[in-house]
């Protein structure tokens, strides 16, 4: 599985972002995926995770209500919504991939990250 992510950029806080993970190999259907985020001086974080069907999903603490994942597996991309963005959101979001639960905390693959800046 290979993941490209994209969607970053500078926002001021209460702004919304939409990240993307365009996924490819042919086991991309068959797996979890989730974004993890790393702001400066911090260690890579579990944001948010869905499972394969898309029935399931999970967030951390800090971004329920704020944040939603979805997937399109017609389309092999993974989505997060980031709404009410605050300055604490402010970090690189990486993509990633991997077997159901073994997502809500680490990955087998990862994309290549996407810088997230939110503006107080």
């Known amino acids: 599985v290979q993941l490209q992510a994209s969607g970053g950029g500078l926002v001021q806080a209460g702004g919304s972002l939409r990240l993307s993970c365009a996924a490819s190999?042919?086991?991309?259907?068959?797996?979890?995926m989730g974004w993890f985020r790393q702001a400066p001086g911090k260690e890579r974080e579990f944001v948010a995770a869905?499972?394969?069907?898309?029935?399931?999903?999970h967030y951390t603490d800090s971004v329920k209500g704020r944040f939603t994942i979805s997937r399109d597996i017609a389309k092999n991309t993974v989505y997060l919504q980031m709404n009410s963005l605050k300055p604490e959101d402010t970090a690189v979001y990486y993509c990633?991939?991997?077997?159901?639960?073994?997502?809500?905390?680490?990955?087998?693959?990862w994309g290549q990250g996407t810088l997230v800046t939110v503006s107080s």
């Open positions: 990633a991939a991997a077997n159901w639960p073994t997502i809500l905390s680490s990955a087998d693959y």
């Open positions: 190999g042919r086991a991309f259907s068959s797996y979890g």
């Open positions: 869905i499972n394969w069907s898309g029935y399931s999903t």
